[in-house]
């Protein structure tokens, strides 16, 4: 049972119905009958109701109940329940307020940029993890690259990605941020995050600082940093010249025999602190080559991860990506990875052994030329690799992505 003595007090100081509560944020009337029966609800639904009260989750129970929470899916429309039998026992809620100490706090960097890192964020933001997501800043793409090279910034747009991917704030908020202007003009195509964080690089003096300001709005618990401070970008060496820039990088890798960046950087102090008291280093899903493998050039990025104790995890990505890893299997990725990383190599790998239907699998291979990554596991284990696999496949709008819950599920037991 829950307590929810806290709630009950401040609804009835302030003269709000439970019903209220209903109307306003849309929780359904199921969720309002389990309040008061005081059966648990999930930690999304007492983050919504704290944050439409202006108070913590901590002043909703009262001292005495167990700080423990049920992922419910009725709760919020969500089906992780149904899909994930062994989640529906308790996890910790993660807050300010947490009844575990800072020092027994498991704590997480995560290496990567994009899509790939901002689905794998949105689950472990749900666990009791501290999480340090390092983003690569060497984009040139659509409206970061229009931005980085008008003002002479990094790229912002990966960064802004994540901080939305880790945000504890209302769905308006999220799609006002994430809001692209189409009407032509200057601000064709930007969305409104890249503007903010363009304009608090200005006002806060880098792009640390202008992130960690943007991640106390949006209520992010964790730290979202910045590989570099610095404007960089990539460069693919090969036999027949050089390739300046991410897009053209991984439009010929194929012709590509290793990469640089265009200037030495220097490594933000803050990631080098993180990954030397992290009790886990992951190597995310996402572009190989234009979004983990930039983490890896650089020596001071490779020394931290040589000193530390910390195993490297690597989550491995669901299909290929045309023009950069066709034909790879998990084990081909853990190969470029290693290349890269120098003495250390990768410990584990959290691989997907799940399939989909013939339809999806022929849409994917006719339109769109991606194949799902083979687990060659014996390969994989030839090369000193862990192997944690299960079926992280789910399909959003015809998308293959990976289950964000059950992929943080599973990170989250390697810790234990």
Same mark, same amino acid.
């Given at each position: 049972?829950?307590?929810? #003595? @806290? ?19 849309? +929780?359904? %009337? ?7 029966? @005081? ?9 919504? +109701? ?11 129970? %009262?001292?005495?109940?167990?700080? /423990? ?6 709760? *919020?429309?969500? &089906? ?18 947490? =009844?575990?100490?800072?020092? %027994? ?6 290496? @990567?940029?994009? &899509? ?18 390092? +983003?690569?800043?060497?984009? #040139?793409?659509?409206? &970061? @690259?229009?931005?980085? $090279? ?17 945000? /504890? ?12 202007? *189409? ?53 693919? *060496? ?13 439009? /010929? ?14 490594? /933000? ?25 930039? *983490? ?42 290693? !290349? ?22 022929? !849409?994917?291979? =006719? ?6 990554? #083979?687990?060659?596991?014996? $390969? ?32 989250? %037991?390697?810790?234990?």
């Amino acid at each position: 049972m829950v307590n929810y #003595d @806290g709630l009950e007090k401040i609804l009835k100081e302030r003269g709000i119905l439970k019903s209220d509560l209903s109307k306003e944020l849309g +929780i359904s %009337s199921r969720t309002i009958a389990k309040i008061s029966k @005081g059966e648990k609800i999930s930690s999304r639904i007492l983050l919504k +109701i704290a944050d439409f009260l202006q108070c913590s989750e901590k002043e909703l129970l %009262s001292e005495e109940t167990e700080r /423990n929470i049920y992922v419910d899916s009725s709760a *919020h429309g969500n &089906t992780s329940d149904k899909r994930h039998p062994k989640l529906s026992g308790q996890i910790s809620m993660q807050g300010s307020a947490g =009844t575990e100490s800072q020092n %027994s706090t498991k704590k997480i960097v995560i290496f @990567g940029g994009g &899509t790939g890192i901002s689905s794998i964020l949105s689950g472990l933001k749900l666990f009791p993890v501290d999480v340090t997501a390092v +983003i690569a800043v060497s984009d #040139d793409g659509s409206s &970061t @690259g229009v931005l980085k $090279e008008e003002l002479d910034i990094p790229a912002v747009g990966d960064l802004g990605k994540v901080l939305l991917s880790m945000a /504890n704030v209302d769905d308006d908020f999220i799609s006002l941020l994430s809001y692209r202007f *189409h009407k032509t003009g200057s601000l064709q195509n930007h969305p409104v995050r890249n503007i903010l964080l363009a304009a608090l690089i200005d006002l806060k003096g880098n792009l640390t600082e202008a992130a960690k300001y943007m991640g106390s709005l949006l209520r992010v618990r964790g730290t979202v940093l910045p590989l570099t401070e610095e404007k960089v970008e990539l460069v693919g *060496h090969g036999k027949d010249g050089d390739y300046l820039g991410e897009v053209a990088v991984g439009q /010929n890798i194929k012709d590509i025999d290793y990469i640089t960046y265009d200037h030495p950087i220097k490594v /933000n102090s803050e990631v080098v602190e993180k990954v030397l008291d992290a009790d886990l280093i992951i190597l995310s899903s996402g572009s190989l080559y234009t979004s983990i493998i930039p *983490h890896l050039l650089s020596s001071t990025v490779k020394e931290a991860l040589y000193a530390s104790s910390a195993p490297i995890m690597y989550i491995a990505n669901l299909v290929t990506q045309p023009g950069e890893t066709d034909g790879y299997s998990v084990s081909d990725h853990i190969k470029v990875l290693n !290349r890269y990383l120098g003495k250390r190599k990768v410990d584990m790998v959290l691989a997907n052994k799940g399939t989909v239907s013939p339809e999806i699998s022929d !849409r994917y291979r =006719t339109r769109e030329n991606k194949y799902l990554v #083979d687990l060659d596991a014996d $390969e994989v284990r030839a090369q000193g690799a862990k192997i944690i696999a299960d079926d992280v496949i789910r399909i959003e709008k015809g998308t293959l992505v990976h289950d964000e819950i059950k992929t943080a599920y599973l990170v989250f %037991s390697s810790l234990m």
